[in-house]
């Protein structure tokens, strides 16, 4: 199976503009959750989707956004972007089931904001 | 916040020797997990350890679990250069809604000279 991909893998954006991110989990996986990675603040989890709902959300300023389609691929926004935002977005699937504890990760998009 | 702290948080060792990395956590877990991290990319999943479990073996890797203690422990035996990464452990109770959240220590950055 392939694993979970993330585009874009960089991007560069300037504060005050906005940005998507996409992810597309692994073939069967329903679940995809979004993280936030920082030097200061480490690894911070942004929210969970399961069939195309919201499950869970993190601490985040509304700010940060995201959506699952009907083919479980995902997509995180950040609108009215801040230098603290840049980081590393990393999403991971897990499968379903009580039992889904493992999560599997993409490789990440490094965003910067200048 | 952070729901686990690695100790130490960089460790440096001669290929061969062994690693171990210890991690606490503050509140009651259903299961603990270890992820990998190299250079700023994606977390691989290493082991799961259930909160019924003390001791659970992978490969080269040992994980211990003391829940009254709150505390697990990595080891990894044998290392090699490519062991050279980030070590997060991870821990998450389901939500009310059944979503799984994981949370992350700031992990112990492992050096494994050749």
């Known amino acids: 199976k392939a694993g979970v991909t993330q585009t874009p893998r960089y991007l560069i954006k300037t504060r005050g503009q906005q940005v998507t991110l996409s992810c597309s989990p692994i073939s069967g996986h329903r679940s995809v959750s979004w993280y936030q990675q920082t030097p200061g603040q480490g690894l911070q989890f942004l929210f969970e989707y399961f069939s195309e709902t919201q499950r869970n959300k993190g601490n985040f300023p509304g700010r940060f956004s995201g959506r699952q389609f009907s083919n479980s691929r995902s997509e995180m926004n950040v609108s009215t972007l801040e230098l603290g935002d840049s980081a590393l977005y990393l999403c991971a699937s897990s499968s379903t089931g009580i039992r889904s504890y493992e999560q599997y990760f993409g490789p990440g998009t490094r965003l910067t904001v200048t | 916040s952070q729901q686990g702290e690695e100790d130490p948080q960089a460790l440096s060792i001669q290929e061969g020797e062994n690693a171990t990395m210890n991690c606490s956590y503050k509140t009651s877990i259903n299961n603990l997990q270890w992820y990998r991290q190299n250079s700023g990319r994606g977390l691989v999943h290493l082991i799961l350890i259930r909160s019924n479990e003390r001791e659970k073996h992978s490969g080269r890797l040992r994980v211990t679990l003391d829940t009254s203690k709150k505390s697990s422990s990595l080891l990894i035996t044998a290392s090699r250069a490519a062991d050279t990464a980030s070590y997060f452990c991870?821990?998450?109770?389901?939500?009310?809604?059944?979503?799984?959240?994981?949370?992350f220590g700031k992990g112990t950055k492992l050096s494994v000279i050749p």
């Open positions: 991870a821990t998450g109770p389901y939500s009310g809604a059944g979503s799984y959240q994981l949370t």
